[in-house]
């Protein structure tokens, strides 16, 4: 069984910065992937960010890229995401996943097998 536990969210200036913080108990499998989804009111669940845990490759939404950075911390088993440049839209509940690595799946696709409980950030015009 894995356990994931989210800190870092808050409320926050446009232009600021977070970093959001995912400590995991437990691994799924020897190589598995963990990732940042996030989910604004009214809108549906949308990938955010997402790190092959072993290799390391990162892969990024659009909306995000340039502004998020993924990263995790082989020694502490935590996966972080440092949030620059926020926007009012970013406002959401950001919630980690994690999964095994399946290359033939997409990596934003929604139905990770473990869930963290989310953690709200909210960023103010």
């Known amino acids: 069984q894995v356990q994931l536990v989210e800190s870092g969210g808050g409320l926050v200036q446009a232009g600021g910065s977070l970093r959001l913080s995912c400590a995991a108990s437990g691994r799924p499998s020897s190589s598995y992937i963990m990732g940042w989804f996030r989910q604004a009111p009214g809108k549906e669940r949308e990938f955010v960010a997402a790190?092959?845990?072993?290799?390391?490759?990162?892969y990024y939404a659009d909306s995000v890229k340039g502004r998020f950075t993924i990263s995790r911390d082989n020694a502490k088993n935590t996966m972080y995401l440092q949030m620059n440049s926020l926007k009012p839209e970013d406002t959401a509940v950001y919630t980690c996943?994690?999964?095994?690595?399946?290359?033939?799946?997409?990596?934003?696709?929604?139905?990770?097998?473990?869930w963290g409980q989310g953690t709200q950030v909210t960023v103010s015009s």
């Open positions: 790190i092959k845990w072993s290799i390391g490759t990162t």
């Open positions: 996943a994690v999964d095994r690595d399946n290359p033939y799946l997409p990596v934003g696709r929604n139905n990770y097998a473990y």
